[in-house]
Structures are given as C-alpha cells and as structure tokens.
C-alpha cells in the first residue's frame, strides 16, 4: 500500500463526520496508517497538544509533524501520497469548484444538521429540516456541474467533494433513525438521493461508516449537555 513504512497516525473518533473524511481519503490513496480513537468529551494529552489551537479531531501525524482540519488533511494526503487518481479534479477551475463546495457544506450543510440534532421540540426540528432542506439544494445542481452526468461528483470514481459530502450521510442516517427526519429527499433532489446512496456502497464508505448504536449514544449525550447549558 501507499504510505509503507512511513509514520502516519490519525487522531479521530469514530463518530465524527470530519475523521470519516479523513479515514476515508486515506483509505482511497491506500495509505497505512495507525488510527487513535479519541474521547471527546474528555480530550488526552496527545490532541491536545497536536491540535493546541483548535483542540478537535481530526489530526493526522505524519513524519511527526502534525497536520489539522480535515479538508487541509485530505488535500494534504492527495498532494503526498499521489500515486493513483487525484482525489482533486486535475484542472485549477475544476480544484476551485470543488473547494468551494466543499466550504458550503462545512460553513452551511454541517450546523444545519446540527441544528435538527439540537432542536428541542419538534416544532423547532420541523423548522430546522426545512432550513437543512434549502442549504441541500443547490448541492444538486453542484452535482450535475461537476459529474458531467457521471456516477460521482469526481466524474466515475470517489473524489474530494464526493469525500466532503459522503462523510455527513451517515450522520443524515442516524437523524433519520432518532427523529424520523430525512435531509436528503428524493422527491425534491432525486440525483443526490440517487449518489448518496451509491457513495453509501463504495469500500470507502462501508470502510469507515461509523456504528449507528455509536451515533446515537453520542448524540444523546451532546443533547443532554446542550439541555444542561441551556438550563
């Protein structure tokens, strides 16, 4: 694999849509590396002093240098370890595009599932779906632009934005799960229903899906701290 013999740790935790990402780029670049789940309500020694300023996973260790956030890391693992496909479209419109997007769905897409996560009453969930709703849907049209009208938003294989979306889907499974919310509605963005669930059945994806019982655990408790701060 790529990555033999070099010294690669990851510092994530299984739950943790950014980590996802990360677990998932390096297992498409078919790097080796040595996974550190982290406790994140209760942060160790080596995070801490990996990731000082922001204090969040992920962080991949390489070399012994650290590296954070996790689109940083994934472009980071493509531009190291680049033998094989890009996971960044080759030309620099395409690498903009891309970035772009992927941007949206972490300054957009992610606090709006957090918000049907943290609302307190079904009101307030059916308030935040609908908001979710509206962040999801320009991303089909981002899907039809990048594609060309092929499987991925890379084009025929799993790609960097394929990578900054698919990671927040099995969160968008656990809502589902607890609150019977679905983010990604195939009556109003049927080709990004139709991807997500194709990136769902990728080895990527199934490698490093997180266990739903997980998910719901942890979710449970961020509700009951947010309950508690707001008290």
Known sequence: MAGEGDDVKLLGAAVSPFAVRVRMA????????????QDLFDKGELLLATN???????????????????????EYVDEVWADGASLLPADHYGRAVARFWAAYIDDK??????????AATEEDRTEKLEDALAVVGPMEDALVQCSGGKDFFAGDSVGYLDLALGCNLFWFKALREMFGVTVIDASKTPRLATWAERFEQTE??????PPMKSMVEHAGKLRAMWAAAAA
């Not at 390096?26 to 996974?35: A, I, N, R």
């Not at 897409?109 to 943290?118: D, G, H, K, N, Q």
């Not at 990527?204 to 899906?209: C, D, F, S, T, V």
Request: with cysteine; charged share 20%; net charge positive.
């Open 204 to 209: 990527a994806g199934k490698e490093a899906a």
């Open 26 to 37: 390096l297992h498409l670049k078919g790097v080796s590396y040595q996974y550190l789940e």
């Open 109 to 118: 897409l992610f606090p709006a599932w957090i918000s049907i996560l943290r």
């Open 52 to 74: 000082p300023v922001l204090k969040k996973v992920p962080v991949l260790i390489h070399a012994g240098r650290p590296v954070c956030e996790s689109l940083a890391i994934v």
